[in-house]
């Protein structure tokens, strides 16, 4: 996903599920919330952060154990990183409960804000931690770790006014749908439809 806001260009979580990232040049940030390469590329994100130098690059601990990534800056649940303007907040801990007998791993949330713009939550693969006063909620609409009661419990925590589907791709159009819609109808969150589009939030 990437997020431009308030002059800056931040990348989150650019993994193997996708390919538009590659080219991607003039950012200003990379995050990367977990280790897994769905959401950190080990074939194509070191290049990627080759191709940007200007770009600092905040991921979760564990990450430069799996993804070569020598610059990289190791965010912690409870750290923030300012860029300029915007500030990058971590938050959670851990990757979501997977299976009982599959150990859970590290997974940092981030908080994006800035003055006079939206708040952004990003959970990763999480859907335990609820920060405040969000305004645009990047809800996972499928995992194997997620069961839809669960996603409506976590989007209805959140309180956000605003969302947007993330972690879809192991969703065919019809169960996408499904999910969207019943986050519609069953949170305060609004969720347009957007899958694989640009999209720009527009405050009152």
Request: aromatic content about 4%; charged content about 20%.
């Amino acid at each position: 996903m990437l997020v431009e806001v308030a002059g800056r260009r931040i990348l989150i979580d650019p993994g193997n599920f996708s390919s538009d990232w590659h080219a991607l040049r003039d950012l200003d940030a990379v995050v990367v919330t977990h280790q897994h390469p769905d959401h950190a590329d080990p074939e194509h994100l070191p290049g990627l952060v080759a191709a940007n130098p200007g770009a600092t690059v905040h991921v979760e601990a564990t990450v430069p154990d799996h993804v070569d990534l020598p610059s990289a800056h190791r965010l912690a649940p409870d750290a923030s990183v300012d860029l300029g303007p915007v500030r990058i907040s971590g938050v959670g801990g851990l990757h979501a409960v997977i299976h009982p007998d599959i150990p859970r791993i590290g997974n940092v949330g981030v908080v994006v804000t800035a003055e006079g713009e939206p708040t952004f939550f990003h959970p990763g693969d999480m859907i335990d931690t609820v920060p405040a006063g969000v305004d645009v909620l990047a809800i996972p609409a499928y995992g194997p770790w997620a069961a839809m009661k669960e996603t409506i419990d976590f989007v209805r925590a959140v309180g956000a006014p605003q969302g947007l589907m993330i972690h879809e791709q192991l969703l065919q159009e019809r169960g996408y749908q499904l999910i969207r819609g019943r986050v519609n109808e069953m949170t305060g969150t609004r969720v347009d439809e957007h899958r694989g589009q640009s999209w720009e939030v527009v405050t009152p």
